[in-house]
């Protein structure tokens, strides 16, 4: 079964920093892009970062220069590093994975993480 096991989100000040990883697990031969969203309460979700498997990225404006997304490809994770962050970067965050590829053949697209709740306080 296809997991996005989603880590690192919490409580923090403005200002302050987390990091964000996603893990997929299983016996995978590739994952094309890989990518953030948040979903803030009463707003519809919305890309944060998105990066492929060649490590080309691209960022909300809302969050360049403050966020950083990255990827280990031979560990199947990608991270999201995000620094000085703001209220209004409060959001449930989820892992997507464009399309996981797996040894068996089986193929998923559009596979999405559990999420993980970021709440940044001022």
């Known amino acids: 079964q296809v997991q996005l096991v989603e880590s690192g989100g919490g409580l923090v000040q403005a200002g302050g920093s987390l990091r964000l990883s996603c893990a997929a697990s299983g016996s995978i031969f590739s994952i094309n892009a890989m990518g953030w969203y948040r979903q803030a309460p009463g707003k519809q979700r919305e890309l944060v970062a998105k990066?492929?498997?060649?490590?080309?990225?691209n960022y909300a404006d809302s969050v360049k220069g403050r966020f950083t997304i990255s990827r280990d490809n031979a560990k199947n994770t990608v991270y999201l590093q995000m620094n000085s962050l703001k209220p209004e970067d409060t959001a449930v965050y989820y892992c997507?994975?464009?399309?996981?590829?797996?040894?068996?053949?089986?193929?998923?697209?559009?596979?999405w993480g559990q999420g993980t709740q970021v709440t940044v306080s001022s």
């Open positions: 990066i492929t498997s060649g490590g080309r990225t």
């Open positions: 997507n994975a464009d399309q996981i590829l797996y040894s068996s053949g089986t193929r998923y697209r559009d596979y």
